[in-house]
């Protein structure tokens, strides 16, 4: 069964500065997808971004970007230019791309971010 | 767009009785699932279905029962409740991944046991 592990329950950055949430994973299979969700205060998942394991290039959104290293299995998330708005819990996810099974989101246990002003 | 929509949002239920969770989404989606989020445990795969008329067990099935009749509908049923269930559910739903990987999520439900 494949597993996430965020390692760091939570972090603080200060405004303007940049951050990154790790994450590493486990798993037998070669093709999956990978994401990083945003859960403010609200609770509601937000998808900030994600990655096919067989592109070897990080994707990118914005101020957000990856740094996405298969061989070592991990995925951590870069915050650029932190906001306020950016403070919220942060789950790395997996999700097998295996036909036939769930396919269904394996998450980590989160990280609570906190952006100081 | 509406996207996943979940009823109730919040609900307060006493000990051995049942309610049902109802989960909506109008994007053609031929996956949902059900998960509930607990402190410091993330989210935890409750139950799933990859089509209409089709359910699977997740990771924490018991106290839980699923139905999915409409491929627009998945309800996630408690047959009596208990305090250990008091938790955030969330539905959410997709194409299977050949089609589109991301998962969409509802906004959750908060549900409490006394």
């Known amino acids: 069964a494949q597993t996430v592990t965020q390692s760091q329950p939570e972090m603080s950055v200060q405004e303007a500065e940049t951050v990154t949430l790790s994450c590493t994973y486990d798993?037998?299979?070669?093709?999956?997808?990978l994401f990083w969700y945003k859960q403010p205060p609200s609770r509601q998942m937000i998808l900030v971004i994600r990655q096919e394991a067989y592109k070897q290039q990080n994707a990118t959104e914005n101020r957000f970007s990856v740094n996405f290293q298969k061989a070592a299995k991990s995925f951590s998330l870069k915050i650029s230019d932190s906001q306020l708005g950016d403070a919220a819990m942060y789950f790395c996810a997996y999700r097998s791309a295996n036909r036939g099974g769930s396919e269904k989101l394996v998450f980590g246990k989160g990280m609570k971010l906190t952006v100081n002003p | 767009n509406a996207g996943v929509t979940q009823t109730p949002k919040f609900r307060v239920l006493k000990t051995g009785q049942s309610m049902t969770l109802l989960c909506a989404q109008d994007?053609?989606?031929?996956?949902m699932y059900w998960y509930r989020q607990d402190p410091g445990m993330g989210l935890r795969l409750i139950h799933y279905?990859?089509?209409?008329?089709?359910?699977a067990k997740g990771e924490v099935p018991d106290g839980y029962n699923v139905s999915r009749l409409k491929k627009q509908n998945f309800l996630l049923g408690l047959e009596s409740a208990a305090p250990s269930q008091t938790s955030v559910y969330f539905c959410?739903?997709?194409?299977?991944?050949?089609?589109?990987?991301?998962?969409?999520f509802g906004e959750g439900s908060w549900l409490t046991v006394v």
């Open positions: 279905s990859v089509g209409e008329g089709t359910t």
């Open positions: 994007m053609n989606h031929e996956y």
């Open positions: 959410a739903s997709s194409y299977r991944p050949v089609a589109g990987n991301t998962i969409y």
């Open positions: 798993t037998s299979e070669s093709d999956y997808y």
